[in-house]
């Protein structure tokens, strides 16, 4: 399995990116896909995660009604929407695949990783 994150960059205070996170795998869609990031100097912490189905996705409190998780099964892809994008969300972000198929808030809850992706919001 190989997880490819991508779509990070520089973007003032209050704009959008949309991050994408590529897999492999025929096995894609039965599990949940996380999304974490590692602020500098700071421990990595959950973002977000969506089910297998996309049907259900679970945020962290500091980005909800501001960022969205969502997938596409037929294009083995899992994407981060992140609007009013602020300073505090400057990281590297990491996508993730779950051991089932619906995640948590918990790193040890994901087995696969991607490379990260660098965003910097800039005030």
């Known amino acids: 399995v190989q997880l490819q994150a991508s779509g990070g960059g520089l973007v003032q205070a209050g704009g959008s990116l949309r991050l994408s996170c590529a897999a492999s795998?025929?096995?894609?869609?039965?599990?949940?896909i996380g999304w974490f990031r590692q602020p500098p100097g700071k421990e990595r912490e959950f973002v977000g995660t969506?089910?297998?189905?996309?049907?259900?996705?679970y945020l962290a409190d500091s980005v909800k009604g501001r960022f969205t998780v969502s997938r596409d099964n037929a294009e083995n892809t899992v994407y981060l929407q992140m609007n009013n994008l602020k300073p505090d969300d400057t990281a590297v972000y990491y996508c993730?695949?779950?051991?089932?198929?619906?995640?948590?808030?918990?790193?040890?809850?994901?087995?696969?990783w991607g490379q990260g992706t660098q965003v910097t919001v800039s005030s």
């Open positions: 993730a695949r779950a051991r089932g198929n619906y995640g948590r808030s918990g790193r040890t809850e994901y087995d696969y």
């Open positions: 795998g025929r096995t894609f869609s039965t599990y949940a």
């Open positions: 969506v089910n297998w189905s996309g049907t259900s996705t």
